[in-house]
T-cell receptor, first 114, second 114 residues
Framework: KAGVTQTPRYLIKTRGQQVTLSCSPI?????VSWYQQTPGQGLQFLFE???????NKGNFPGRFSGRQFSNSRSEMNVSTLELGDSALYLC?????????????FGSGTQLSVL | AQSVTQLGSHVSVSEGALVLLRCNYS??????LFWYVQYPNQGLQLLLK??????LVKGINGFEAEFKKSETSFHLTKPSAHMSDAAEYFC????????????FGKGTRLSVIA
């Protein structure tokens, strides 16, 4: 079974641009969560989708948005990029309806904002 | 609100020595507790989890953790460190019911010296 796939692996953008990151969960997983990882703040929860509905949302500004498609693939979008958005963005999928049972993480997308 | 505190951002041990990574949690309701490991350039992988069954939890790669309610702790241990254990370790907490996202600690980097 293929793991969680995130594309692209690396991304370089400039301030003010927007970016879209993609996540393909493990086959059969319907829950997809997104986390932002930075050296100073650690892992911070962005949002979680289950069956195309946003079920949970973290404390991030509206510039951060996401969606989930009918095949469970998910995208997150960051508009008007700021230097502080530079981070590793991790996607995780879960096989259970209960989010906290088990998370399978992708390798992440490393975003650098110049 | 839930939170976890990992004591020590960096721990260094000799190969063959005991590994002890500390995690204290704060939760107003019975928690679920997790330890995840992150190897360089990879996503997080679940080591073990506590979900209100046995207080001593055994995980993969010889790691185990003990839930101590009186001390609000969930420390991770391994009797004998191996070079391959060098990685970053994250403790996480969530509520024991519902679909509340995981709250992660800031991580502890483990170095193993030959």
């Amino acid at each position: 079974k293929a793991g969680v796939t995130q594309t692209p692996r690396y991304l370089i953008k400039t301030r003010g641009q927007q970016v879209t990151l993609s996540c393909s969960p493990i086959s059969g997983h319907r829950s997809v969560s997104w986390y932002q990882q930075t050296p100073g703040q650690g892992l911070q929860f962005l949002f979680e989708y289950f069956s195309e509905t946003q079920r949970n949302k973290g404390n991030f500004p509206g510039r951060f948005s996401g969606r989930q498609f009918s095949n469970s693939r998910s995208e997150m979008n960051v508009s008007t990029l700021e230097l502080g958005d530079s981070a590793l963005y991790l996607c995780a999928s879960s096989p259970e309806a209960q989010l906290n049972e088990k998370l399978f993480f992708g390798s992440g997308t490393q975003l650098s904002v110049l | 609100a839930q939170s976890v505190t990992q004591l020590g951002s960096h721990v260094s041990v000799s190969e063959g020595a005991l590994v002890l990574l500390r995690c204290n949690y704060s939760s107003s309701v019975p928690p679920y507790l997790f330890w995840y490991v992150q190897y360089p350039n990879q996503g997080l992988q679940l080591l073990l989890k506590y979900t209100s069954a046995a207080t001593l939890v055994k995980g993969i790669n010889g790691f185990e953790a003990e839930f101590k309610k009186s001390e609000t702790s969930f420390h991770l241990t391994k009797p004998s460190a191996h070079m391959s254990d060098a990685a970053e370790y994250f403790c996480a907490v969530t509520f024991s019911s519902g679909n509340t996202p995981l709250v992660f600690g800031k991580g502890t980097r483990l170095s193993v010296i030959a």
